[in-house]
């Protein structure tokens, strides 16, 4: 059975348990439909390993099984390791709606800025996030007309693109969006502009382009043609494994050029702009990847 996120973000859950960070979030949805974490949820969904991914506002699900308020799905757009179908998770039941499952061959756009605004048929308003997908329907007057789970809506068309519009460089155009989230607070699992983890960053970013690499670092350090790094070009992918490089990958950075990267760098940390060469990081790079 498959189903569509209602919410503008939420969480793929490890427990089908209420937390505390889930009963926060709940509250700050009577006020803003997406929801950035506080700096103390953020440490302790990273501390207490309350969660694997993070979904955006009409993202498709498979359900595997209800449990009371909760459903076990899996989400075929993230590839994983964990279930070759997509990433396994808990979410509520209640995050979900259904969907007539008809299939679509319409264009996709996606959301190019930090978050914009949907307007539904009746006037109502939802904020969405950087890299949400939508079904076109039609153009006029500045506006697309988009399919969501919540009925037919509009969005002006200068915030978004063609998910696989004709790019003359993918990483070009991937770094520049890139550089909008400067100083964005990191997020573990996150996915969305209300805060990313590393591998969360390069995943939307790619995705927003078209291009599906995978969910998590390690998974993503498999995906894309492998380069030296010394021919490495902006867009492309740096990934970073303990032991000096030798053991598992565990960080994930988009490479803008002159030995610099742009990352979400660490539980309680930001979005922020490292250079290699001198860093932590530069005994610990194993693969760079580029995908166009």
């Given amino acids: 059975m498959k189903k569509l996120v209602s919410q503008s973000n939420a969480f793929l859950w490890r427990k089908n348990e209420m937390n505390p960070v889930l009963a926060n979030i709940l509250e700050a949805r009577k006020n803003d439909d997406l929801v950035q974490v506080s700096q103390q949820d953020a440490m302790k969904l990273y501390d207490d390993s309350l969660v694997d991914s993070d979904l955006l506002y009409n993202d498709s699900v498979i359900v595997d099984k209800v449990e009371g308020d909760w459903a076990k799905v899996v989400v075929p757009s993230q590839h994983s390791f964990l279930d070759e179908r997509g990433y396994p998770g808990w979410m509520l039941l209640k995050d979900l709606a259904d969907t007539d499952e008809i299939e679509d061959t319409n264009e996709k756009i996606a959301v190019i800025i930090p978050k914009t605004q949907i ?92 291009k599906y690499i995978g969910r998590d670092a390690t998974e993503q350090s498999f995906a894309g043609e492998k380069i030296d790094y010394k021919n490495a070009e902006p867009g492309d992918l740096l990934f970073f494994a303990y032991e000096e490089g030798k053991g598992e990958v565990h960080h994930v950075g988009i490479y803008i050029g002159n030995d610099e990267m742009i990352h979400s760098q660490t539980p309680g940390s930001k979005v922020i702009l490292t250079k290699i060469a001198g860093s932590k990081y530069e005994p610990e790079l194993c693969v760079t990847s580029r995908h166009r």
């Fill in 119 to 210: 307007t539904y048929e009746n006037g109502d308003k939802r904020t969405v996030s950087f890299g949400t997908l939508f079904t076109k329907i039609s153009e006029a007057d500045g506006l697309y007309e988009i399919v969501t789970p919540h009925g037919p809506a509009t969005i002006l068309k200068s915030q978004v693109e063609l998910q696989h519009k004709t790019r003359d460089n993918i990483g070009v155009d991937v770094v520049q969006m890139a550089m909008q989230f400067l100083d964005l607070p990191y997020v573990w699992a996150g996915i969305s502009s209300a805060g990313f983890d590393c591998s969360g960053f390069a995943f939307t970013l790619y995705r927003t382009c078209g």
